[in-house]
């Protein structure tokens, strides 16, 4: 099996695992790194339909001196267990990744369930031979702790900083429920509960996330599995983090996340957050379920009726080139019928938008 992330629960390590470097917040604020300047930055979205231009100040970060070109795959909420063929899903964007022959591969959260039947899928996964990386989401502690959950995936922090090729990628994790001034881990669904409890970073990973933004002397990428943006199923707590992000914001690409399923682009405040559309499906439940499955089937997947699936399994792949620029290409699909529309699911509104697409972008820092 590959090397995985070492982990100790929400304790920042250090470790090397190939060309990355994963370093703790006391080891990366006692390195004297000197103040990074830009110019401006561009951002380009282009759609399936053509490219489209925003008129985005453009940033360039002067320290960048990468003489090699950086690539990896990014997927969002597989939820394997949910369909019948989210394995298979998941192993064409394997046997992509080995094509291209990417640095590493990472998904976003609400990749699976400790149960056997995930060993399967998790061998598939652990197939791809060069670095893999996880982020917990929060269905991924349904039947169990985050520290089981961990231990399954070989994943050893919660949260972690890692170097890949004079890019840094900050992962955060905000499963964390809020209560009588309490910051309470996911825990065997737990968080089933008011949702304005739910989704919250804890304090010290935030003083651990500025630290790193502090401290890096290389561009950054932030990656969640719940919105750092989001006004309706963004992190609760996100002011904090946007304003850690905002006081440096030269130093940032931008922000991935997962969580809503949607196809969508924001920028606020100079940064970009790029929502990943779920591998899998869109969930519309129980007033748009539809009878089209077995009864078999819904004994084995009891949720599908109740999913909106895509006929081809969504994912991305990022290239950095040299010169400051990043480039992501995503797969375009169609719903697996009854659509959406066709089930009289009105149309969503602007930042909640349905889609069976990952658009593809490309930014210039």
């Given at each position: 099996?590959?090397?995985?992330?070492?982990?100790?629960?929400?304790?920042?390590?250090?470790?090397?695992?190939?060309?990355?470097?994963?370093?703790?917040?006391?080891?990366?604020?006692?390195?004297?790194?000197?103040?990074?300047?830009?110019?401006?930055?561009?951002?380009?979205?282009?759609?399936?339909?053509?490219?489209?231009?925003?008129?985005?100040?453009?940033?360039?970060?002067?320290?960048?001196s990468s003489t090699e070109k950086l690539t990896f795959g990014l997927v969002a909420d597989v939820h394997h267990g949910m369909m019948s063929d989210t394995q298979s899903r998941l192993e064409e964007f394997i046997e992509k990744a080995k094509e291209k022959d990417v640095d590493f591969i990472i998904?976003?959260?609400?990749?699976?369930?400790?149960?056997?039947?995930?060993?399967?899928?998790?061998?598939?996964?652990?197939?791809?031979?060069?670095?893999?990386?996880?982020?917990?989401?929060?269905?991924?502690?349904?039947?169990?702790?985050?520290?089981?959950?961990?231990?399954?995936?070989?994943?050893?922090?919660?949260?972690?900083?890692?170097?890949?090729?004079?890019?840094?990628?900050?992962?955060?994790?905000?499963?964390?429920?809020?209560?009588?001034?309490?910051?309470?881990?996911?825990?065997?669904?737990?968080?089933?509960?008011?949702?304005?409890?739910?989704?919250?970073?804890?304090?010290?990973?935030?003083?651990?996330?500025?630290?790193?933004?502090?401290?890096?002397?290389?561009?950054?990428?932030?990656?969640?599995?719940?919105?750092?943006?989001?006004?309706?199923?963004?992190?609760?707590?996100?002011?904090?983090?946007?304003?850690?992000?905002?006081?440096?914001?030269?130093?940032?690409?931008?922000?991935?996340?997962?969580?809503?399923?949607?196809?969508?682009?924001?920028?606020?405040?100079?940064?970009?957050?790029?929502?990943?559309?779920?591998?899998?499906?869109?969930?519309?439940?129980?007033?748009?379920?539809?009878?089209?499955?077995?009864?078999?089937?819904?004994?084995?997947?009891?949720?599908?009726?109740?999913?909106?699936?895509?006929?081809?399994?969504?994912?991305?792949?990022?290239?950095?080139?040299?010169?400051?620029?990043?480039?992501?290409?995503?797969?375009?699909?169609?719903?697996?019928?009854?659509?959406?529309?066709?089930?009289?699911?009105?149309?969503?509104?602007?930042?909640?938008?349905?889609?069976?697409?990952?658009?593809?972008?490309?930014?210039?820092?």
């Open positions: 099996m590959a090397a995985h992330l070492g982990v100790t629960y929400g304790i920042p390590f250090i470790l090397k695992i190939g060309i990355a470097k994963i370093k703790s917040r006391a080891a990366l604020r006692a390195e004297n790194y000197e103040t990074n300047y830009m110019k401006r930055r561009k951002f380009i979205a282009l759609s399936s339909a053509g490219a489209l231009l925003l008129p985005q100040p453009i940033l360039h970060f002067s320290s960048f998904q976003l959260g609400d990749f699976c369930h400790l149960e056997e039947r995930s060993k399967s899928f998790l061998k598939s996964w652990n197939s791809f031979r060069g670095n893999k990386y996880h982020v917990l989401g929060n269905h991924d502690m349904d039947l169990c702790s985050k520290d089981e959950i961990m231990d399954f995936w070989g994943m050893e922090t919660n949260y972690y900083s890692v170097v890949e090729k004079g890019i840094r990628f900050i992962v955060l994790d905000a499963n964390f429920m809020y209560q009588d001034g309490a910051f309470i881990p996911y825990n065997k669904a737990n968080f089933y509960v008011d949702s304005t409890l739910r989704t919250f970073i804890d304090e010290e990973q935030i003083e651990w996330f500025k630290g790193e933004m502090e401290a890096s002397e290389q561009p950054v990428i932030v990656i969640s599995h719940q919105s750092l943006w989001h006004y309706q199923s963004g992190v609760k707590n996100r002011l904090s983090l946007q304003k850690i992000m905002e006081q440096h914001a030269e130093k940032i690409i931008c922000c991935f996340n997962g969580h809503n399923h949607i196809d969508f682009h924001h920028v606020q405040n100079g940064i970009h957050y790029l929502e990943v559309n779920s591998m899998s499906y869109q969930w519309l439940g129980e007033q748009y379920k539809t009878n089209r499955y077995s009864t078999e089937l819904l004994k084995e997947y009891k949720w599908l009726a109740h999913l909106a699936p895509y006929q081809d399994p969504l994912y991305a792949f990022v290239e950095i080139d040299p010169a400051g620029v990043l480039s992501m290409s995503g797969k375009k699909s169609e719903w697996m019928s009854p659509a959406p529309a066709e089930r009289g699911v009105p149309a969503q509104p602007f930042g909640n938008e349905y889609s069976a697409e990952i658009s593809d972008y490309k930014i210039e820092f």
